[in-house]
């Protein structure tokens, strides 16, 4: 299993600013993946952050709008930049553990981000 | 093109009764399905995973079973209890990660 620790559990931010979500693993995990939950949508894949590398964004994603650190295995941050009320969200950091057929998916806390 | 479906939004069932929540998928690659609970203001918890060699998948009051010639799958909860109330969601692994349907509110009343 895994423990994530994420933070802030909430925010409220002025448009144009830029806000950093923190989220830490009590293990060593190769990838860390970022999702992002708008009202009413599905849980969508920002990310996947992996140690050493830089990330890889998905379909709709860019690194300008969604930087993203992993400078060790067990922590990563997700920014978002520039904020407008779009932005809204709940935002999320996961890991997957175990192997193939036998995995299971564990989630931060969640961070909800209102911009006004 | 939503590759992960969850077509009923809301199910409402009452305490003691059965609640089964659907989910449909597009792509035949998947091979392996989990179910999430999320409550408010809280990340998703994993309930029931189910691999796609098998039909079924059983543990406590939570069963799924799975349909690969109709791409369906879905999840049974017996007896339903009033703390089952939240929003569940179905998801698929592609590759290292989860494609998410949008979620079924589920509210058991007692």
């Known amino acids: 299993s895994a423990v994530i620790s994420q933070k802030p559990s909430r925010d409220i931010c002025q448009r144009g600013t830029s806000l950093t979500i923190q989220c830490q693993v009590d293990s060593q995990v190769t990838m860390m993946f970022w999702y992002r939950q708008q009202p009413g949508q599905s849980l969508t894949l920002i990310a996947t952050?992996?140690?050493?590398?830089?990330?890889?964004?998905e379909s709709g994603f860019v690194i300008d709008k969604f930087p993203i650190s992993r400078p060790n295995l067990t922590f990563s941050t997700l920014t978002v930049s520039n904020m407008s009320p779009e932005d809204s969200s709940i935002y999320l950091c996961?890991?997957?553990?175990?192997?193939?057929?036998?995995?299971?998916?564990?989630f931060g806390q969640g961070t909800r981000l209102t911009v006004v | 093109d939503q590759q992960v479906k969850q077509n009923s939004p809301s199910l409402s069932v009452q305490e003691g009764r059965i609640s089964i929540l659907n989910c449909d998928y597009t792509?035949?690659?998947?091979?392996?399905f989990l179910w999430y609970k999320k409550y408010p203001a809280e990340g998703p918890t994993f309930l029931i995973s189910?691999?796609?060699?098998?039909d079924k998948n059983e543990d406590g009051r939570f069963t799924v079973f799975l349909n690969k010639s109709a791409k369906h799958l879905s999840l049974h909860i017996v007896p339903s209890q009033p703390g089952d109330s939240a929003v569940y969601f179905c998801a698929a692994i592609a590759g290292t990660a989860l494609i998410f349907g949008k979620g079924t509110t589920l509210s058991v009343s007692s």
């Open positions: 952050a992996n140690q050493g590398s830089e990330a890889t964004y």
């Open positions: 792509n035949s690659m998947f091979d392996y």
């Open positions: 996961s890991v997957l553990t175990g192997v193939r057929g036998n995995t299971e998916a564990f």
């Open positions: 189910i691999s796609s060699i098998k």
